[in-house]
Structures are given as structure tokens and as C-alpha cells.
């Protein structure tokens, strides 16, 4: 069978990519999800998980449950890459959640590590992982600021936490995409903002993968999907993750200037909903449990004398809306600058300062 020069050049970039591509599982002791998390043990059925019925009993035996290689309950999964010889691997913040749990890499030719999380950033749905040896296959880091609508992109990983070693093509179909995301098992949103839309497919598992260029260069980190839409996923821009090996490597740890408030970003609807006199900004409210309070105590936030209720209009002098949001000018603000706050408080407008201070994952 003869290829076109455009199909052995897919399958070219794919054989450089994929020797970089892993899959990571995540363990725990059975003990400890019985105490912590007893809604995850569920009972096998075929090749899917179904809860308990009323007649089963409240857990499963432990044996009836996946296991990783070193004996643990398996809890989770999904898919990352290497992108440097000595060992690093970036994936999402979201698979790698689990400050307790056990996380074992797998590369394509099947061989396995107990990896370590050296990083996560507080920002975004990043993560670094380390594996201990040398001279690992990787995969470089393109440009995502030169990334173009209809360009042809590859996602690659471990589709539905089962298909290892999983290829899907397709475009860039949008830029700079914003959406809210459920990031763990507890069910607490994420905001994600300037996404990259491909009509590659992504499913679970594949989250951490790499979305790819033609030249074999990773522009994107597959992130999320929307559920009920035909051809939607989305990638973070591999810029964000350059800028946390940058910080790892000089500092040891990704350093993030962060607030400690917890908000939703008003509109139109949310204005009528709560009665407000503006439909923009970052609307200070807690998390409805005593553990996530609106205004993190000795915080930025709570010395500038925020409070919950308060509306953030602006942050030295940048609107918030849903389009640049909080994070969008912390990401650019230095450590130790003063920060300008404009709050809405019981109707009048407030100006406050605060300092920008590290936050670590």
C-alpha cells in the first residue's frame, strides 16, 4: 500500500512522539480510600466500574478491585510526556491531585517508574513528575503563541484510562478558549482560560498527553473534553508549562504571586440572580464548606482587608470580567509588587493594596 506524502509524514511525527508519550496510574491503599473517599470503590462490571446496589455490600473486596504494579487499589489514571532526558514529565494538575496517593509511570515500550510530583502550579492545570534514570526519549516544546486556526495537531495518550499508546488528528478549531472544569474527585471547578480548541479527539485518560505540531513538537497539554459536544477538547498552551520548567530548574519549586480569595466571575445572569448593581467582576464568596472560606486567613487578601461580598472590579487598574480574570493579571504581576485593588462594598467603591506573595501547589 502506497502513502501519501502527507500520511508518512503523520506517521513519521507519530513514530518520533510516541517513544515520549506515558501513561500514568494512580494507587492508594485500600485502607485509606475506605476512610477518605468510599464513593470511589466501585464494583467491576466487564470493563466499567458500577456503584454498590442496595443488596451488595457497602465496599468491595479488595481483590475485585485494579491494582498497580507495587499492590495498591488503583483510584485513577491518565497520560503524560517527557520532555527533557533526565526524567521529567508534564502532565495536568488534575491527574496528579493527590498529595497522599502513589503515582507509577508507564512508557510505550512498557516500562515502568515510581514517579514523583516535584510541582504543581497553583494557576494552572499543570504538573511536573520526575522518574529517576537517564537518557529518556522526550518530546521538544514548540511555540504555542504561533499556533494558527486549521492547523493540523495530534493528540496522543491513554484514551479512557485503557488505550495506551492512542493517536487522534484533527485542527486547531479555536483559540484562547475559557471553561469552568470539574479537577478532582470531590467535585471543585477549575477555571481554565486560554485554551487551545481542537477537533482532535480527547477522551478521559488522555488528560496530560501532548497535542502536537507536524514537527513533533509539543504546543499543548490535552486537558479536558466537553461532554454531549461532537469534536471538542481542549489543550493548555505549552507556554504555560515552558514558563514552570523555567521556574523549577532556577528555583526548585513554580512560584505564583496569589490572593487567597475564593469568587465567581459575575455576568448578566449572576447579577439579576444575586441583585448586584454590576454584571462585571470577581464576586467574593465562599465555597458553602467551613474548610473553603471566601478570604484565606493571612493571606494578601485578608491583610488588604478584602472581604466576602466584596465585588473586585479591578486589579492595578485592569477590568476583571470572564474574559481576564484574576489569575490572567496575577500571571504577569512580579512577587513582592504592590497590587491596586478596586472593590465594590455595600455599593461604594473601595480602593485597597495588597502585595503579590508566593503561592505554592
Do not use: C, W
Not at 504543581?120 to 486556526?149: H, T, W
Amino acid at each position: 500500500m502506497a502513502f501519501t506524502n502527507y500520511e508518512e509524514h503523520v506517521i513519521k511525527t507519530i513514530e518520533n512522539v510516541m517513544p515520549g508519550v506515558v501513561s500514568i496510574m494512580v494507587g492508594k491503599e485500600y485502607e485509606e480510600i475506605l476512610a477518605e473517599r468510599p464513593h470511589e470503590l466501585m464494583v467491576p462490571h466487564g470493563s466499567t466500574f458500577d456503584a454498590p446496589s442496595p443488596a451488595s455490600p457497602p465496599t468491595p473486596p479488595e481483590d475485585e478491585l485494579p491494582h498497580t504494579p507495587s499492590g495498591k487499589v488503583q483510584i485513577g489514571g491518565g497520560s503524560g510526556f517527557l520532555v527533557d532526558p533526565s526524567g521529567l514529565v508534564l502532565t495536568n494538575k488534575h491527574v496528579v491531585y493527590d498529595h497522599e496517593a502513589e503515582y507509577i509511570v508507564t512508557t510505550s515500550s512498557e516500562d515502568t517508574y515510581r514517579a514523583r510530583v516535584v510541582a504543581r502550579d497553583p494557576l494552572n492545570d499543570v504538573a511536573i513528575l520526575q522518574i529517576e534514570g537517564e537518557d529518556f526519549p522526550y518530546i521538544p516544546l514548540g511555540n504555542s503563541n504561533a499556533i494558527k486556526l486549521g492547523q493540523t495537531v495530534l493528540a496522543v495518550g491513554t484514551a479512557l484510562g485503557e488505550f495506551q499508546n492512542t493517536v487522534s488528528s484533527g485542527i486547531v478549531s479555536g483559540l484562547s478558549r475559557f471553561i469552568t472544569a470539574v479537577t478532582d474527585s470531590e467535585g471543585h471547578s477549575e477555571r481554565l482560560r486560554g485554551l487551545i480548541q481542537t477537533d482532535a479527539a480527547i477522551n478521559p485518560g488522555n488528560s496530560g498527553g501532548p497535542l502536537v505540531n507536524l514537527k513533533g513538537e509539543a504546543i499543548g497539554i490535552n486537558a479536558a473534553v466537553v461532554f454531549g459536544a461532537q469534536n471538542i477538547g481542549f489543550a493548555i498552551p505549552i507556554s504555560k508549562a515552558k514558563h514552570d520548567l523555567e521556574e523549577l530548574k532556577k528555583y526548585g519549586r513554580i512560584r505564583r504571586p496569589f490572593l487567597g480569595v475564593r469568587y465567581v466571575l459575575l455576568n448578566p445572569m449572576l447579577m439579576k440572580k444575586f441583585k448586584l448593581s454590576v454584571e462585571h467582576g470577581a464576586f467574593v464568596l465562599r465555597e458553602g464548606t467551613p474548610d473553603r472560606p471566601a478570604i484565606v486567613e493571612k493571606s494578601p487578601a485578608d491583610r488588604a482587608g478584602i472581604q466576602e461580598g466584596d465585588i473586585i472590579l479591578a486589579l492595578n487598574d485592569t477590568r476583571i470580567t470572564d474574559k481576564t480574570t484574576l489569575e490572567d493579571v496575577l500571571e504577569n504581576t512580579a512577587l513582592g509588587a504592590s497590587i491596586s485593588v478596586t472593590v465594590l462594598r455595600k455599593g461604594e467603591e473601595k480602593m485597597l493594596t495588597l502585595i503579590a506573595e508566593e503561592r505554592t501547589a
